[in-house]
């Protein structure tokens, strides 16, 4: 079945411990990103990758990471959590993001605490 | 800067009655619109890309229609089972951001 797996579904930590959020997909898209999801902003493009080793900020950059190095693969990284990062996230895949658009694939999301 | 704004932010319908989504955008210049659904706790599921003014796409109770300003997602007799929220994005020329809208929440009772 094609998807986009995230992991874990939920997620509580306290300030400072870093953590990963894993995305996988498996449709060989090119383009992947990350959102965060908070009521009454809708969703807003934290990173975006347009292929293998390519990424760049999008809109709310600040406090995470990321890396592309396998096609499938694009985790988010926060280094030292803080209260103002809890969300929910959504990771997202595209056949392209490049000069023919092509609709986003979403995971089903990743509720983080930061206490 | 690049901008979408969704209305009504929510909408409570009777099972049957036809109603519409409005989608307003600003962008520079249009890749490409996306419509999407929601429901709690999942990640939005795609329904509909429009690419130009005057284009139109169908499933089954929705329809969606594209101007130079705006799009509207039409909800033709819709049921319960519609009731989710629905997200408007866009994607400028230029650019690989996807801008979305902060959603329309649909309530369809019967």
């Known amino acids: 079945e094609a998807q986009v797996t995230q992991n874990p579904r939920y997620l509580i930590t306290v300030t400072g411990k870093k953590l990963t959020v894993t995305c996988s997909q498996n449709?060989?898209?090119?383009?992947m990103s990350w959102y965060r999801q908070d009521p009454g902003l809708g969703l807003r493009q934290i990173y975006y990758?347009?292929?293998?080793?390519?990424?760049d900020k999008g809109d709310v950059p600040e406090g995470y990471k990321v890396s592309r190095k396998e096609k499938r693969n694009f985790p988010l990284i926060l280094e030292s959590p803080s209260p103002n990062q809890t969300s929910l996230y959504f990771c997202?895949?595209?056949?392209?993001?490049?000069?023919?658009?092509?609709?986003?694939?979403f995971g089903n999301g990743t509720r983080l605490t930061v206490t | 800067e690049d901008q979408v704004t969704q209305s009504p932010e929510a909408l409570r319908l009777q099972e049957g009655e036809s109603s519409s989504l409005n989608c307003s955008y600003t962008v520079s210049g249009l890749r490409g619109l996306f419509w999407y659904r929601q429901d709690p706790g999942k990640g939005p599921e795609f329904l509909f890309t429009l690419y130009s003014a005057g284009e139109e796409k169908e499933k089954e109770r929705l329809k969606a229609t594209l101007t130079k300003k705006e799009s509207f997602l039409h909800i033709t007799a819709p049921k319960p089972e519609d009731s989710a929220t629905y997200l408007c994005a866009v994607q400028a020329i230029g650019t690989y951001k996807y801008i979305f809208g902060t959603g329309t929440r649909l309530k369809v009772l019967a």
């Open positions: 990758s347009m292929n293998v080793e390519v990424t």
């Open positions: 997202a895949s595209s056949l392209t993001g490049g000069y023919a658009t092509s609709p986003l694939h």
């Open positions: 449709m060989n898209h090119e383009y």
